[in-house]
């Protein structure tokens, strides 16, 4: 049986619930999994098939005496495998001295994490984000002799890109969550082998449910939702500034945000200076299981990031047959077609968000019009995109597929081409203009 070390940063996460399918899919295929979290524990239980209790993750935090003692001696007779990473810490890059700091803090934690898997008779470590969790989890699996895989998304590897080259160059392979994602890779880590990184979209559950037609109720205002951590690259401050546009141009609307996280400080001195508090409220955090009353109430569900892989609630949303605006960064245009599976503005442009709003709300308005004939459409279409390319059943299985293949090939020198053929994901299909029709809907999920 095959044993694999998973480590997250923070887990569980309600925000990060991939990371639950892909270790259950994992396991239901006889794989001995080891759930870590670099960070501790802070629920008792997550939402998995395996109701897997707080006992079973294993943590990095808090410390242990007897495993630092272990991981000391660890150090100390297999310390000569992480040396080239202590010089390319110390003495190699151009990162600055606290990033260097914290690097060896780092290399210190995973240590830590190789003494805590020692017994275990681990084969292969995987992380998801590059951020210090994949610095961890490469030292460990060098004290260990192992191999490691990761994970990346979107910031970890587009604006946060620490030591990334050295974690490209000792990952056994590495998967992307996007074509995009790949593509930027391979141009700024030119090094790279190409078959080293593949692609695996994420997906989310699509519920099954008849839409009805777009008819927002004139006598209310547009109810605007956004969803995503407080955090400055999320960038929920453009979006108050947007609401404050719009409610200079007398447009009727609320927006909610739903979330937490350090922005919140700052959002809430900008709704007062921009005296929004009628118009936008901050929700905090709401619990996984309230969004979908969130997401049936909104009539466009907005992002505003500067900075994504392909973000769950846009594929949420759109399961649910949600008008969606976002940016037009990174992956999001492989989900979020423009005119056909949702609406796109220019990255930071304040002026071209408010005049898609004002679009999106004449059409609703329409009553019938062209304009929301084109709404429902669409709405059929972001549906069916998620349906068919963002599957969450269907792309955890496609991810396992790939994951085991490198696997076992990774352990294997003669590899068949075969197995070749196999490590690379098909790129997600077009959709013909037929499969946004309402029977298209129809399919099961």
Not at 230 to 245: M, S, T, Y
């Amino acid at each position: 049986m095959q044993t694999v070390a998973y480590l997250t940063n923070q887990f569980p996460a309600d925000v990060e619930p991939y990371v639950s399918s892909e270790i259950d899919e994992l396991r239901e295929r006889g794989v001995n999994v080891i759930a870590g979290s670099a960070r501790a524990v802070r629920v008792r239980q997550f939402n998995s098939n395996n109701e897997s209790s707080e006992s079973e993750i294993l943590s990095l935090q808090p410390l242990q005496i007897r495993i630092l003692l272990q991981a000391l001696v660890l150090v100390l007779r297999r310390g000569q495998k992480i040396s080239d990473l202590l010089v390319r810490v110390l003495w190699r890059g151009n990162e600055p001295l606290r990033q260097r700091l914290k690097a060896l803090v780092h290399t210190a934690l995973g240590a830590y994490y190789a003494a805590q898997l020692a017994p275990r008779k681990v084969n292969q470590i995987h992380v998801h984000h590059g951020y210090f969790s994949s610095w961890v989890a490469m030292v460990a699996a060098r004290l260990l002799g192992i191999t490691y895989s990761l994970t990346l998304h979107g910031s970890d590897l587009l604006l946060e890109v620490g030591y990334l080259d050295t974690k490209l160059h000792n990952c056994s392979f590495c998967i992307a969550i996007s074509d995009y994602n790949q593509q930027h890779l391979l141009e700024r880590f030119p090094q790279i082998d190409p078959a080293k990184v593949l692609v695996c979209r994420l997906g989310v559950d699509v519920p099954k449910l008849i839409l009805s037609r777009y008819a927002a109720d004139k006598t209310k205002p547009l109810s605007l939702l956004a969803v995503g951590r407080l955090q400055p690259v999320k960038d929920h401050a453009f979006l108050v500034q947007a609401c404050a546009r719009l409610r200079d141009t007398g447009f009727d609307f609320h927006c909610r945000i739903a979330g937490e996280g350090p922005e919140r400080p700052r959002l809430e001195s900008l709704i007062h200076e921009n005296q929004l508090k009628e118009q936008v409220h901050l929700l905090g955090h709401v619990d996984p299981r309230e969004m979908d009353s969130l997401y049936q109430q909104a009539d466009v569900v907005v992002l505003t990031s500067r900075s994504e892989g392909i973000p769950l609630v846009l594929m949420e949303a759109m399961a649910r047959g949600k008008v969606v605006l976002a940016p037009a960064i990174t992956g999001i245009p492989e989900i979020v077609i423009p005119e056909k599976t949702g609406f796109l503005f220019a990255p930071g442009d304040v002026s071209d968000f408010v005049v898609k709003i004002v679009f999106i709300q004449r059409g609703g308005h329409a009553g019938g019009g062209i304009a929301a004939n084109h709404l429902d459409w669409m709405r059929h279409a972001a549906r069916t995109q998620v349906l068919h390319n963002f599957n969450r059943k269907e792309n955890v299985t496609r991810f396992a597929d790939q994951f085991l293949q490198r696997l076992d090939s990774d352990h294997d020198l003669q590899t068949s081409p075969i197995q070749q053929s196999l490590k690379r994901m098909p790129p997600a299909r077009a959709l013909p203009d037929e499969d946004f029709s309402a029977q298209a809907l129809e399919r099961p999920a």
